[in-house]
């Protein structure tokens, strides 16, 4: 359901790099999108995917990851609030998400 907001961001932001976390089961749908630079395959603790799961530290380690990326912005597909602690770790100073659920 992202695809066409990817699709989006790619047409008003041409030069722009664009990463997406997603799970494991649907990293391999994504990484065949022309408009994505990257895909990041990540099971959050928290997640329903079928598979292992990270520990919290892992997720840490993560954070400290995209941290180092340097995000000009990032854009949270799903309105959930510890995704929504995700983005913020990630240092970005524009970050864009839903309010609630549903």
Same mark, same amino acid.
């Given at each position: 359901?992202?695809?066409?907001?990817?699709?989006?961001?790619?047409?008003?932001?041409?030069?722009?790099?664009?990463?997406?976390?997603?799970?494991?089961?649907?990293?391999?749908?994504?990484?065949?999108?022309?408009?994505? $630079?990257? !895909?990041? =395959? *990540?099971? #959050?603790?928290?997640?329903? @995917?079928?598979?292992?799961? %990270? +520990?919290?530290?892992?997720?840490?380690?993560?954070?400290?990851?995209?941290?180092?990326?340097?995000? $000009?912005? !990032?854009? =949270? *597909?799903? #309105?959930?609030?510890?995704? @929504?602690?995700?983005?913020? %770790? +990630?240092?970005?100073?524009?970050?864009?998400?839903?309010?609630?659920?549903?």
């Amino acid at each position: 359901m992202t695809t066409p907001a990817i699709r989006a961001l790619r047409r008003s932001f041409p030069s722009a790099r664009i990463d997406v976390l997603a799970k494991e089961e649907t990293a391999p749908v994504l990484r065949g999108n022309p408009h994505l $630079d990257r !895909v990041i =395959a *990540f099971n #959050a603790p928290w997640t329903t @995917a079928r598979g292992r799961k %990270a +520990t919290a530290f892992e997720t840490l380690c993560l954070a400290r990851s995209l941290r180092r990326e340097r995000y $000009d912005s !990032v854009v =949270a *597909f799903r #309105a959930d609030p510890r995704e @929504a602690l995700l983005a913020r %770790a +990630t240092g970005a100073p524009v970050r864009l998400g839903s309010g609630g659920r549903g």
